[in-house]
């Protein structure tokens, strides 16, 4: 008896179901159609949420695989749609997080006749995804989308983007769900060698000074729990990187604060004192190393992480742990020696008053003047009881939020950050609702921002979709205005910003709001906010000059900080 034909479009709603997806987000187009037209019948199992833009159905693909660890998705058409997701990609790539990118592309009879809508997706994508593959064939889509998920979810995660030929979305084929667990050539979890973990854990036990960088692999690998046992045993200090500030509770005794240009002072001095150091699942990105040749050069050494290619890439190792965190911090925690390194730790302190009395008091807690974004940020945390995910777009706004938000829960930091994607936080914000619907969503953005997918409010408005909206407007493109402020004798070229009355453009998309001027109204203005059921647009009209502090300048050492400017 032969087998049921279907069309390559139904046998990709096949796959994705086969792959446990349940959301999608996406926009519909010309050489989409035929899948959108599956789509259709589908829509009581696969929830396919409409955005305005597609690259922000990309970052909203993001911010669902951020919160939730399972594989985002989004589906779009050719050409422009197709390119219009290509920022969300790159972004993607370069923050190891694994969504999946299906665009429609002509028939593969026009292929290469310059027909309507038709670009080199492939040829495009390759650089910024782990795998981009054009599926020619209707054969060929239950097996193309098993390997796109198990490439984009394995090992460090990533973007993979099928290229859907036309053709291939309307021929008819057999059909039998795909299973893919292993590619010839592919090692996503190398062999740790326990060489390697011999010599980390003679290192570290014999350390008087070790300090733990903790990166967002320890998200990536589900490795919290892992790495709390591992620090707790040999009593080690910890900075975290913007990704990975939720990996460690806030308030853990070892968690000593970010790391980086506009890290906490603590951990960018202590990385130029320390004589060992341990990286966990992090790259040496050189907002964390300023200078690399005055990096850490009296410390040993010893870097955990399941990409290969980032060892010795930046920052040369003395150690190398290759595998899943996950794996490796259970090999060391189980064979280190318990520690005490109470000096060590005490030695914090001075930094973390310096930084009190010269920062983080005047901006959290000021007595008088215009609202910092600081005193927002921890508002916010302290009224969510530090229990929120936290999302932000990319400049002053990103800093602040990562600074003082606080975090109790894993999975709680969505921001970009390789790739400082000014428009990012709108749509990932929304993604997040749908993977972690049952937490809060604070999205911190500034004007200028939010002003670059603002479009998305239509799909909050649609989706009704909770997000907390906490606008930092400034009235500048305040990062770069702080840059000349401090680097180009204050010529503020193009930074100054006119914006619209966003509570206008709130109450046109039927989203609550509020603006907030004075500080005596902010704490009344938050929970309002939260006590809101649905979305919320919160303007804070801010200090318009304000400056993230401390910062080390572009091109200086990592433990040189400038508390002023």
């Not at 190891?96 to 670009?119: H, N, W």
């Amino acid at each position: 008896m032969s087998k049921e034909k279907i069309s390559g479009s139904e046998a990709l709603m096949r796959s994705l179901e086969h792959e446990g997806v349940k959301t999608l987000f996406g926009y519909p187009g010309g050489a989409i159609m035929p899948v959108f037209d599956a789509l259709y019948d589908h829509r009581d199992r696969l929830n396919h949420i409409l955005v305005r833009h597609e690259q922000g159905a990309a970052h909203a693909a993001q911010g669902f695989a951020r919160v939730s660890g399972e594989v985002g998705v989004c589906l779009v058409t050719s050409g422009p749609g197709a390119t219009n997701t290509i920022t969300g990609i790159a972004d993607a790539m370069i923050d190891s997080t694994p969504i999946v990118v299906i665009a429609g592309q002509v028939g593969a009879g026009l292929l290469g006749t310059d027909a309507f809508q038709e670009v080199d997706l492939v040829g495009v994508t390759q650089p910024i995804s782990k795998w981009s593959y054009q599926i020619r064939r209707a054969e060929d889509v239950a097996w193309a989308v098993a390997r796109a998920f198990y490439i984009a979810r394995s090992g460090r995660p990533g973007p993979v983007v099928l290229d859907f030929a036309k053709n291939a979305q309307v021929d008819m084929t057999d059909y039998e769900p795909v299973n893919v667990d292993f590619i010839r050539s592919y090692d996503p979890d190398p062999e740790t060698d326990s060489t390697a973990v011999a010599e980390a854990v003679a290192l570290i036990n014999a350390a008087k000074r070790p300090l733990v960088l903790v990166g967002q692999g320890v998200e990536l690998g589900n490795a919290q729990k892992e790495l709390q046992n591992f620090v707790e045993k040999a009593d080690i200090p910890c900075g975290c990187t913007l990704l990975g500030l939720s990996a460690l509770p806030s308030n853990h005794r070892l968690n000593k604060g970010m790391l980086g240009m506009h890290g906490n002072l603590g951990p960018n001095v202590k990385t130029n004192e320390c004589d060992v150091l341990i990286a966990v699942g992090m790259r040496f990105d050189d907002r964390v190393t300023g200078k690399l040749e005055t990096y850490a050069k009296q410390a040993k050494i010893i870097h955990l992480d399941v990409d290969p290619s980032e060892i010795g890439k930046n920052v040369a190792v003395d150690v190398p742990v290759l595998g899943n965190c996950k794996r490796t911090l259970s090999l060391l925690t189980e064979l280190i020696q318990p520690q005490k390194h109470e000096e060590w730790i005490a030695s914090f302190k001075p930094y973390e008053e310096k930084e009190f009395n010269q920062v983080i008091e005047k901006e959290v807690f000021p007595k008088d003047g215009p609202i910092n974004m600081g005193e927002v940020v921890n508002a916010v945390s302290e009224a969510t009881h530090n229990e929120a995910i936290l999302v932000t777009d990319v400049g002053q706004n990103q800093m602040m939020a990562c600074r003082y938000f606080k975090f109790t829960k894993p999975r709680s930091i969505v921001t970009s950050g390789g790739m400082g994607t000014m428009g990012f936080c709108l749509p990932a914000a929304i993604g997040a609702t749908f993977g972690r619907p049952d937490r809060t969503v604070c999205a911190f953005m500034g004007d200028g921002g939010l002003q670059m997918t603002m479009q998305e409010l239509g799909t909050v408005m649609e989706q009704k979709s909770p997000v907390k909206i906490i606008l930092m407007n400034n009235n500048y493109l305040g990062n770069v205005r702080q840059w000349q402020a401090m680097f180009f004798n204050r010529r503020y070229s193009f930074t100054p910003m006119m914006n619209p009355d966003y509570m206008q453009i709130a109450s046109a998309y039927g989203i609550a709001s509020r603006r907030v001027m004075s500080r005596e109204e902010l704490n009344d203005g938050i929970q309002e906010m939260l006590s809101t059921d649905g979305p919320f647009l919160l303007e804070v009209c801010v200090v318009e000059e304000g400056n993230v502090l401390p910062m080390t300048p572009p091109g200086s050492s990592v433990n040189y900080m400038l508390m002023e400017c």
